[in-house]
């Protein structure tokens, strides 16, 4: 089993920045995939960020050149620095992990993320 506990969420103005962490813990092992999800109000969860065991990373067309994944692995812990936030990026985030040959299976229990106008 994988734990993933999230923090960083909160309110920003439009333009802003925030930064999520998300540190794991258990068979980190495994997890071959890091990703960030989002899932605002009455919308799909949808992938907004993810970073591949040997550094690749990958983004959604929305976020890209805005949110920079990255990961500590010395701490077990993925990031999502998030600059230039707008109000159409509030929703809350989860962390998701991934273990080898298999979708994110193992997820955070989100932190809400909040742009105001």
């Known amino acids: 089993q994988v734990q993933l506990v999230e923090s960083g969420g909160g309110l920003v103005q439009a333009g802003g920045s925030l930064r999520l962490s998300c540190a794991a813990s258990g068979i980190i092992f495994s997890i071959n995939a890091m990703g960030w999800y989002r899932q605002a109000s009455g919308n799909q969860r949808e992938l907004v960020a993810a970073?591949?065991?040997?550094?690749?990373?990958n983004y959604a067309g929305s976020v890209k050149g805005r949110f920079t994944i990255s990961r500590d692995n010395a701490k077990n812990t993925v990031y999502l620095q998030m600059n230039g936030l707008k109000p159409e990026d509030t929703a809350v985030y989860f962390c998701a992990a991934a273990p080898a040959g298999r979708t994110f299976d193992y997820w955070g229990q989100g932190t809400q993320v909040t742009v105001s106008s």
């Open positions: 970073i591949i065991s040997g550094g690749r990373t």
